[in-house]
């Protein structure tokens, strides 16, 4: 992974274009005005599955680096800086790292990903022979050895380098085990007679552990994680996803909890559809993990007073993400884990009856504070008002009804003047600095050989309408090379992606392409729209060489007039053939 990939890695491609543009959700994708011309319909698509977007008044398109350079007018390298510096990347380390000829990033990750295997394939084994962390695991938390093996439980031992060693023994550096969160400062064990809960990616790779104290001493912390490193970033990561996504997607709800072992203990008992956060502090980039999988988001923190506030900082993240927020109510005094135990149907009834979120906050601030008094009443509206703000008009409406009997105002319209008055200050977008300047001409011929290249390329059917063409014919580099490809391999299915990395970025802009626009329709609209493109294609080329024609033959001698005379017939047969060819 170089710079460039390590910053798309970290950022939203909607949340970056979405400084400079209005977005609105369109299923999988976003969609907005054209910041590059004055269209009244939503034609700026962004998708972040494909991490592209397409501006489809202008036929513009790109990852997030292209759309930085096109709005702030910046050269590539500039454009990396200012993402780089956005998404907390150290571009100075990828250079040093270039200079040293050291391993690249990617390389240095899968060195990591190594070590973070070992190290839990050698706390399994320290596990399977530790009586006290059999017999928390086992015995107090009631896990089974089926559970135990699921989950990769482990333990680290006391000893304060063994850990360390056996890396060492296996050919990787201190400074390597160092980087991955394994030894800490001073150059020992990072865990120590500790139960180790591997932390894994999406995909199920250990990216590093979460470490519950086993010996009785209250002067040492319950739960350590792993440092933040190259692979773990507690605000990106989701614990257990690898083993609840199919859950997620069968279900079509996820419960957040806030323990690693309330989410083992859930999934022993069958409800799989169940992860933590490290704490809970929520980032957008967990629930949009979880969004991609669900829009239904349910909460399943502590009623106290950081449940609450975790839950108030949650709902704008959810707002923005467009997810759907609500909270699950335990019985008082018990936390997932003892409830599993107690009575798992009790667990199964309450997840299935969540409350939408802001109701759940508006009742919390009801029962704490004393809204007869002016303190109270003031925190309950910080609290609150802000967040119905941003809902829709619907919404607010059922909440100012509720607000206004909480607080005494006389009637909901009172509270809906108030909120008004915090909606007046709307987000404000970033200036667009650079806009793109074609003549009609040029962009309609850029759209036409878009569609085609996307038809063509994605429909081997369609592609007899490419016979007939030449790559001058092309205006866009891409389509060009498309065009090129295609003539070369006339039977390409697209299941050799390698096959187009010459042009792989416009290949994701042609897919989406063909997903907005051709989707929905049957083999015979598909082939006359496939006719029509390579009509205006070739009608376009031909008007646009005539007219230098004309303008070459003002000054011309009578040598040079005569072969562009010759030339003209050529481009009025070609223009006949391709009329002849339409009315067929």
Request: proline share 3%; with cysteine.
């Amino acid at each position: 992974m170089d710079a460039k990939d390590e910053v798309k890695a970290r950022l939203s491609i909607e949340d970056v274009i979405g400084e400079y543009v209005q977005l609105k959700r369109a299923g999988r994708n976003w969609k907005g005005l054209s910041p590059f011309t004055a269209e009244r319909t939503p034609s700026f698509v962004v998708s972040p599955d494909k991490q592209i977007w397409h501006d489809f008044s202008s036929a513009k398109g790109g990852d997030m680096f292209s759309f930085v350079m096109e709005v702030e007018g910046l050269d590539f390298r500039q454009a990396l800086e200012l993402l780089a510096r956005r998404a907390g990347v150290d571009l100075d380390q990828y250079r040093q790292n270039s200079r040293a000829g050291g391993l690249s990033s990617s390389n240095q990750k899968e060195r990591l990903f190594a070590a973070n295997e070992l190290a839990c394939k050698f706390y399994q084994a320290q596990f399977a022979h530790s009586r006290v962390a059999l017999e928390y695991a086992l015995q107090k938390r009631a896990f089974s050895k089926e559970m135990a093996l699921e989950w990769r439980l482990g333990y680290s031992p006391v000893n304060g380098t063994a850990l360390v060693d056996f890396l060492k023994s296996k050919e990787f550096t201190q400074s390597e085990v160092k980087l991955a969160g394994l030894a800490g400062q001073r150059g020992g064990d990072m865990f120590r007679g500790r139960l180790q809960i591997p932390l894994c990616d999406s995909s199920g790779r250990v990216i590093g552990f979460t470490a519950r104290l086993l010996a009785d001493d209250p002067q040492a912390p319950k739960y350590i994680n792993t440092p933040a490193t190259p692979l773990y970033d507690k605000s990106r990561h989701v614990f257990g996803l690898h083993l609840a996504k199919e859950a997620i997607r069968k279900n079509k709800f996820a419960v957040l909890a806030e323990g690693n072992l309330d989410v083992i203990q859930s999934h022993q008992a069958g409800v799989r559809q169940v992860v933590a956060t490290a704490g809970t502090a929520l980032t957008d980039y967990q629930l949009k993990a979880l969004g991609r999988l669900t829009p239904d988001i349910r909460l399943c923190f502590d009623a106290d007073r950081a449940g609450v506030q975790a839950t108030e900082r949650a709902i704008p993240i959810a707002t923005k993400v467009e997810v759907n927020l609500s909270v699950i109510q335990i019985p008082s005094g018990k936390d997932p884990d003892e409830l599993i135990k107690q009575d798992v149907s009790i667990w199964k009834r309450i997840i299935d009856e969540p409350k939408e979120a802001l109701d759940w906050l508006i009742e919390q601030y009801s029962f704490t504070q004393d809204l007869h008094t002016t303190k109270g009443s003031n925190a309950f509206k910080q609290a609150v008002f802000g967040l119905v703000s941003k809902e829709s008009k619907d919404a607010q409406g059922r909440h100012a009804k509720q607000i206004a009997e909480l607080l005494g105002y006389p009637n909901e319209a009172a509270v809906i003047a108030e909120l008004g008055l915090l909606e007046s200050g709307q987000k404000q977008y970033k200036p667009i600095k650079k806009t793109i300047v074609f003549s009609q001409d040029e962009v309609t011929q850029i759209k036409n050989e878009e569609r085609l290249a996307a038809l063509t390329l994605l429909q081997p059917k369609l592609r007899k309408y490419l016979y007939d063409l030449d790559p001058d014919m092309f205006v866009s580099e891409g389509a060009r090379e498309v065009f090129e490809f295609l003539s070369l391999h006339p039977d390409y299915d697209g299941t050799d992606k390698r096959a187009v990395q010459k042009f792989a970025e416009y290949a994701k802009i042609l897919v989406l392409v063909y997903e907005t626009l051709y989707q929905d329709l049957d083999a015979l609209e598909l082939d006359l729209e496939a006719k029509r493109l390579q009509s205006k294609l070739v009608a376009q080329y031909v008007r646009t060489e005539k007219q230098k024609l004309a303008e070459r033959l003002q000054i011309a001698e009578s040598a040079e007039a005569e072969r562009l005379l010759t030339r003209s017939s050529e481009l009025d047969k070609l223009l006949r053939a391709n009329l002849n060819r339409e009315e067929a």
